[in-house]
């Protein structure tokens, strides 16, 4: 695995929050997330159909930039009563970096009731040719 910054798996954790009892929680993507890396993200708009919208705070810069909260769009897929959501989502860095991010995952509840998103993510720098294709995306 390479360093934090660039590891491929990421664990978002919800940050606690008074909800229902353990039995009866459900993976709800919507609220504030926080990662080992003290990354937050929000999502604040979950539609029925799926979709939502939110956004992503990185404390992680390759660019060394000035990081700002950046706006993030995705979508939801339920498989059932039985099964745990499956999700992707996309994150266009505003004005700090010109590369984009993607991530998808599934929400689970641990045995202590705690909601945790396993996520994987890309993300994708441009290059100047074809032949520097290889060293853009991490």
Do not use: H
């Not at 029925?48 to 979508?75: K, M």
């Not at 860095?93 to 890309?122: I, M, P, R, Y």
Request: hydrophobic share 40%; glycine share 10%; aromatic share 8%.
């Amino acid at each position: 695995m390479g360093s934090v910054a660039l590891a491929p798996l990421l664990l978002l954790l919800v940050v606690p929050a008074p909800r229902a009892s353990p039995a009866s929680r459900k993976c709800d993507l919507s609220g504030l997330w926080r990662n080992e890396q003290e990354s937050l993200m929000e999502i604040s708009a979950l539609r029925d159909d799926g979709s939502f919208q939110g956004e992503y705070l990185t404390r992680v810069s390759l660019s060394g930039g000035c990081i700002r909260a950046s706006p993030l769009s995705g979508a939801r897929q339920e498989l059932g009563e039985a099964a745990w959501p499956t999700f992707g989502f996309t994150v266009r860095w505003e004005k700090f970096s010109n590369a984009t991010a993607v991530f998808v995952g599934q929400c689970f509840v641990d045995t202590g009731g705690k909601e945790v998103l396993a996520t994987t993510w890309l993300l994708r720098e441009p290059v100047g040719s074809l032949q520097e294709d290889w060293r853009a995306t991490r």
